[in-house]
């Protein structure tokens, strides 16, 4: 443990005019400094710096003197209560507990982090579901991973966070873990979101990353062209395995419905809407979300061959689908990989967009945020769509 130095300090510059100037102390602590008034004030020609001592002729040097013993003694008890403790604290605690005022909590990085948790774990099946917790603990571990990395130890002040860590950390990812930007910059904010927590409860004075900007991934957007989706609603498959996948799929490619809510449809989310025609009313497990979502014709010749009570679908595995599809993609001679997104991508472009329904329903039956989400993500579309139009006056010309 550092030593605590006391030093008291004449400020001969700011002598007054009855020739006297203040005392002030100066204490030292892990390198770091604070300096306070004494409220005692002597003529610099009756202080000796060396002995720290007020010597005579000074009016009241004995008194002084006292009262000078005092401030150091009171200073040490503080700075020893601190030790018995056995946490971490500064300069500015010792400061705070000699003037009697109460110190704020100095959490660690990890220490916070942990906190932030363990709070988070009670709103499990309140606000949040497991696998959002599931996602923060996961880069807690990386981060506590880093910090062995970086720093040589396992934990470092909160405070002592500047606005290099995240470049690092994105140095780590990449370098020791080989994970992709886009992976990179979702953990990186998650570890902001706590990072942000820590300065809206004053445990940081002010966010260190505010001007840090993620580096931008262009994510290409692949769907099925409507040749491609005619290609695999054609094929016969044999095997029931394959056929039901076969059929999960193109249902969503005519919904929309994520793999989740793709298992969890039961009977009694298919409503008759307003306009008479049966829609899909159900929540988005993931975002909780409504979706309102009309069944077109080819999801409701799919729904009709899977007429049982309960759930409408056979259960499967993420797993298993994902294999199978793999599969099913293999066999008809796909280049594209087939997955649950690409299906949802394939109802936002080829059987929405490419059939003229405007972006703003695309949007709301995409459940995205904002209408730019949309645009930039269907932008290839938008543009095939504008050839279509050219091609169109072109060829009336």
């Known amino acids: 443990m550092n030593k605590l130095n006391i030093l008291f300090v004449i400020t001969s510059s700011r002598t007054r005019k009855d020739n006297n100037a203040s005392l002030i102390c100066r204490i030292t602590f892990n390198k ?9 004030s002597i003529n610099p020609k009756n202080w000796n710096s060396k002995q720290q001592y007020v010597e005579p002729p000074e009016p009241d040097a004995e008194l002084k003197n006292t009262q000078l013993s005092l401030i150091k ?45 363990k709070r988070l ?24 991973r880093f910090i062995k990395w970086k ?18 950390l994105d140095y780590y990812f990449k370098t020791q873990q080989q994970i992709k930007q886009v992976t990179i910059n979702k953990k990186i904010q998650r570890f902001r979101k706590v990072v942000k ?35 695999l609603d054609n094929h016969g498959f044999k095997q029931p395995r394959l056929k039901l996948v ?40 993931k975002t909780a979300k ?40 293999a066999i008809i001679g796909l280049d594209k990989k087939l997955t649950t997104h690409m299906a949802r991508r394939t109802f936002a472009s080829t059987v929405l967009l490419y059939n003229d329904v405007p972006m703003e ?16 993500s269907y932008a290839k579309v938008v543009k095939q769509k504008i050839s279509n139009v050219v091609n169109a006056i072109n060829a009336s010309n």
């Not at 503080?78 to 959490?107: H, N, W």
């Not at 934990?155 to 690092?168: G, M, Q, S």
């Not at 300065?199 to 409507?226: C, I, Q, S, W």
Request: with cysteine; proline share 3%.
């Open 32 to 40: 770091s400094r604070k300096q306070f008034s004494t409220g005692i």
């Open 73 to 117: 003694t009171k200073l040490s008890q503080a700075f020893l209560m601190l030790q018995v403790q056995e946490k971490d604290f500064t300069v500015e605690d010792i400061y705070k507990t000699y003037k009697g005022e109460k110190i704020e909590k100095q959490y660690k990085v990890m220490e916070f982090f942990e906190r932030y948790l």
């Open 121 to 144: 774990k009670t709103l499990i099946g309140i606000d949040i579901k497991e696998v959002t917790w599931d996602k923060f603990y996961y880069i807690k571990e990386d981060v506590k």
């Open 151 to 168: 720093f040589k130890t396992n934990d470092i002040p909160l405070k002592e966070l500047k606005a290099n860590f995240l470049t690092e």
């Open 197 to 231: 927590v820590a300065v809206a409860e004053n445990f940081l004075e002010k966010d260190p990353f505010l001007l840090f900007r993620a580096k931008h991934v262009k994510k290409e957007m692949t769907y099925l062209t409507p040749e491609e989706l005619e290609k």
């Open 246 to 285: 076969q059929d999960l799929f193109i249902f969503s490619c005519y919904t929309g419905l994520p793999y989740r809510e793709l298992m969890n449809l039961e009977r009694k989310h298919i409503i008759k809407g307003f306009d008479g025609n049966l829609w899909i009313e159900m929540l988005r497990e």
């Open 290 to 329: 409504g979706l309102s979502i009309p069944i077109l014709p080819k999801a409701l010749e799919i729904l009709e061959h899977y007429n049982q009570e309960g759930h409408v679908f056979p259960r499967i595995s993420n797993q298993r689908y994902n294999s199978y599809l793999k599969e099913i993609g």
């Open 361 to 376: 329903i695309v949007s709301e039956l995409w459940g995205h945020s904002s209408l730019k989400i949309t645009q930039d």
